[in-house]
């Protein structure tokens, strides 16, 4: 399952500057607004322990995390929804349909000597002119099906009636100048606006960029932040985009940790990015291991074993007999395979297994 994460925000946040620190991909950092006009993007490794825990036990060939996609996508301004000249904007608008979660980059921190597009650092403010953007967008979308299904309701067809009914409930919260996400929904609401793609329903982390000295302890820029966005359902991510970029020039994981340790921290800016994005999706991983590869698989929380299984290919959903189930700590235990078997912790789950997220796998299929 590849995930997509768009990196969005006013212009001059830290956006490249923090997609360069994530990604091997370098877009162009620069002290001034549209320095990134088509989106870049960059593939990362998720870092997960429990991988390294399994390639001791098994000793592989390879070790194969499972991956994130991050998308930097060009600095929005006031007005970009709505004019072409000023915004290309409009375009980089689109891109964010692509993505499946947002992370809204904000600038937490006072320097004179970077430009802050309103000349004034005010996370409320930033937030509330992303947001108006992307609700102007949703609501050009919105009234555009509203005119096609008028029509159809007007002519007496029950369906279209209740669609229309849906539709006219997020064009209300739209006008309200609320997202998407904050109408209380139910099944036919959603239908009603699934092709729509709506900018502002997607699910968002919002990034406090804060200088090195608050890091770890946050400031008060994040706390107007986090008392804005609390009833959203949203994270809230602190990091520091400048140390990150130093962090990624570290080569061994050992003087990453130490680094870190300086500034009081216990894990990098990615790694809670990818634990909120994680958590805010609903998404858990699962594990196979064999000489040939220890690898990591991303799902949806809930999922059962076929649907897991489809993961690897879709032959494997089809044919599903059985999967073979062991928890970590039991293989570390155990030291193999066969050892959690004879010690009675291998499991043989069937079609109703609801897969926990750090399950070790083995699928049986037959096509």
């Known amino acids: 399952m590849g995930l997509k994460c768009g990196i969005v925000g006013l212009p001059n946040v830290g956006k490249s500057t923090l997609f360069n620190a994530l990604s091997n991909n370098k877009a162009e950092a620069a002290n001034f607004p549209f320095c990134t006009i088509e989106p870049n993007v960059g593939v990362v490794m998720v870092p997960d322990e429990r991988l390294n825990i399994l390639a001791r036990l098994v000793n592989p060939k390879k070790i194969v995390p499972t991956t994130f996609e991050f998308v930097d996508i060009a600095g929005l301004i006031k007005g970009a929804s709505q004019s072409e000249d000023i915004g290309r904007g409009s375009k980089f608008l689109a891109h964010i349909r692509e993505v499946d979660a947002i992370a809204h980059v904000i600038r937490c921190f006072d320097d004179d000597n970077i430009v802050h597009v309103h000349n004034k650092v005010n996370p409320i403010y930033d937030k509330e002119v992303i947001d108006t953007e992307l609700q102007f967008k949703d609501l050009e979308s919105v ?66 960029n804060v200088d090195e000295s608050s890091v770890s302890t946050g400031n008060e820029h994040v706390e107007a932040l986090r008392n804005l966005v609390k009833d959203e359902g949203a994270e809230v991510v602190v990091v520091s985009a400048a140390l990150e970029a130093q962090i990624a020039e570290l080569e061994s994981l050992e003087d990453r940790k130490v680094f870190l340790a300086e500034y009081g921290l216990t894990e990098s800016g990615l790694e809670k990015l990818i634990r909120a994005a994680y958590h805010l999706l609903n998404l858990i991983t699962y594990f196979t291991a064999g000489e040939t590869e220890v690898r990591a698989w991303t799902i949806q929380k809930g999922w059962k074993a076929p649907q897991a299984a489809g993961v690897i290919h879709t032959d494997f959903e089809r044919g599903f007999i059985r999967a073979e189930v062991i928890k970590i700590p039991d293989y570390e235990k155990y030291r193999t395979e066969s050892g959690c078997r004879d010690a009675g912790k291998l499991a043989i789950e069937g079609k109703e297994y609801v897969v926990a997220d750090g399950d070790v796998m083995h699928f049986r299929f037959n096509v």
């Open 143 to 208: 009234e555009k099906k509203i005119s096609k299904v008028e029509r159809t309701a007007k002519s007496g067809d029950a369906k279209a009636k209740k669609e229309l009914q849906s539709l006219l409930k997020f064009k209300q919260a739209l006008l309200e100048g609320k997202n998407a996400r904050a109408v209380q929904a139910d099944e036919d609401d959603l239908k009603a606006i699934f092709d729509l793609q709506l900018l502002t329903l997607k699910p968002v982390i919002y990034v406090a």
